[in-house]
């Protein structure tokens, strides 16, 4: 005779009737968010979540109900207080530890020596190349002498960005290159993110400037500078990313957008130690480089004529050797030069930053930011367009230089039929900054309009072109 099954006790937790007809994953969510069968704290937890929602749907009601604009804006910490302490800490230990993620001189050495002991040679150009089996090796072999520190850059994606050949190989110099500007820019940011104060990814002038004084001792061609002139060339080398990062004029710089310009390359250009290998062409042609740095502080102590550390109009028309219209003079002030606060003679002059402006704008007539600098002096009327009286308005000054100078006279009816078959505007009526910057010839066209010297080059484009090939050929 079989016992009786013993009987229940009182404490058996009994489930919801019905639980057996549900699915069990329908029935345990119901169980637990009935709340049954939970211990003292975790009711209590689950009180509090309801009474939290409750309280947050309630705000949004009277909010939506209110019809205000919700906050978007969070106040940054106060400086001094906890909050900043603790995010200056937080950006602190973030950036050591990405830092020491980063390849040094000693593993990009031993890199480059993997790469070469590990590759084949083509045997019809003797390029040296791998394929993706040496690909994988050579990540193992790195792994073990250098460390994780180079796992990413040996992943599937890095090797498909590379050009193959038609054994699926790719060379090791580019592979290697692709490392070292990996390395240097996230090194470039790591330096500039811990000059950022506020830890909102944008610099300020001073800012820019305390990053290049720090990059000096690394570059060769710097290396021997003035100390009295560091300051100064400090200033105008972080003027060149302010006039290219910062077109508004908004006095922060997004570094994202230094780390992808042009600016940061041409600066790091300066790393070569052979300077014989450097012509005297590329030292005045990059902006970064001592010496035209000291061209532009002798150009502008040459035009301060009084001294006052500032230019007036009557300075600034003989700069260039007095080649730009007096009109594009006058429409640089207007558009470009700040009115002083207190009028009298130093109301409308121009200080060394609103040179530093204009020279970059001449020298890179051919860029967006250069262009669009321009293109407001040109626009008279500010209608951002220019019309064909605009056209015969500036080119009247560079046509009466033009005769001065004793060339032959010509006729402005044919220089705007020429300057409008070079743009070929989506308007025939008028030409805006958008068809300057599609025709790719922007940059002439301007130099056309205000500079007496540019009309020249342009009229005589074909001798100098022929001067610039019988050169090439004696060379």
Not at 24 to 37: M, P
Not at 172 to 186: D, G, K, Q
Not at 221 to 241: E, H
Not at 259 to 270: P, T
Request: glycine content about 8%.
């Amino acid at each position: 005779m079989m016992d009786d099954p013993p009987a229940a006790s009182s404490n058996t937790k009994r489930f919801p009737a019905g639980i057996g007809s549900m699915p069990w994953v329908q029935s345990l969510k119901k169980y637990v968010g009935s709340g049954a069968g939970l211990g003292s704290e975790a009711l209590m937890e689950l009180e509090t979540k309801r009474i939290l929602l409750d309280g947050y749907k309630e705000q949004q009601q009277r909010t939506l109900q209110k019809g205000t604009i919700p906050s978007f804006y969070k106040r940054k910490p106060s400086e001094g207080s906890i909050g900043a302490k603790v995010q200056h800490l937080a950006r602190f230990r973030f950036l050591k530890k990405q830092a020491e993620m980063l390849l040094n001189a000693d593993d990009l050495d031993a890199l480059w020596v993997c790469l070469r002991e590990n590759c084949v040679i083509d045997d019809s150009t003797g390029t040296e190349k791998m394929n993706y089996e040496d690909f994988c090796h050579i990540a193992s072999l790195c792994n073990d002498q250098i460390g994780p520190k180079c796992r990413r850059f040996f992943s599937p994606s890095n090797f498909m960005k590379f050009e193959k050949d038609e054994y699926g190989r790719i060379a090791i110099l580019p592979f290697y290159l692709y490392v070292m500007r990996t390395v240097s820019l996230t090194q470039a940011r790591i330096d500039m993110s811990e000059l950022d104060e506020d830890g909102d990814g944008l610099l300020q002038p001073p800012e820019m400037e305390a990053y290049i004084r720090g990059l000096i001792p690394n570059l060769a061609q710097l290396r021997d500078i003035p100390v009295p002139f560091l300051s100064m060339y400090c200033r105008i080398a972080a003027r060149k990313f302010s006039f290219f990062c910062d077109p508004h004029r908004r006095g922060k710089l997004c570094i994202k957008k230094i780390l992808l310009s042009n600016c940061l390359a041409e600066l790091m250009e300066l790393h070569r130690e052979n300077e014989e290998e450097v012509s005297e062409g590329e030292h005045t042609e990059n902006w970064f480089s001592l010496g035209s740095a000291q061209r532009i502080c002798d150009v502008f102590l040459a035009l301060d004529k009084d001294m006052n550390g500032t230019l007036s109009k009557q300075e600034l028309q003989d700069y260039a050797d007095g080649t730009y219209t007096t009109i594009f003079i006058e429409r640089v002030f207007d558009e470009h030069v700040r009115r002083g606060k207190g009028g009298g003679g130093k109301a409308r002059e121009m200080d060394f930053d609103s040179f530093l402006d204009f020279v970059l704008s001449l020298e890179n007539r051919d860029t967006p930011e250069g262009l669009t600098y321009l293109f407001r002096c040109l626009d008279l009327q500010n209608r951002g367009f220019l019309s064909t009286g605009d056209v015969h308005t500036l080119f009247r000054d560079v046509h009466r230089k033009w005769i001065e100078g004793g060339n032959y006279d010509l006729c402005i009816d044919d220089v705007k039929d020429e300057i409008w078959d070079m743009v070929k505007p989506k308007d025939p009526l008028k030409v805006t900054l958008a068809d300057l910057l599609a025709c790719r010839q922007g940059g002439t066209v301007a130099s056309m309009l205000v500079d007496v010297r540019g009309f020249w080059a342009h009229d005589n484009r074909e001798n100098l072109l022929q001067d610039e090939e019988e050169t090439e050929e004696e060379e």
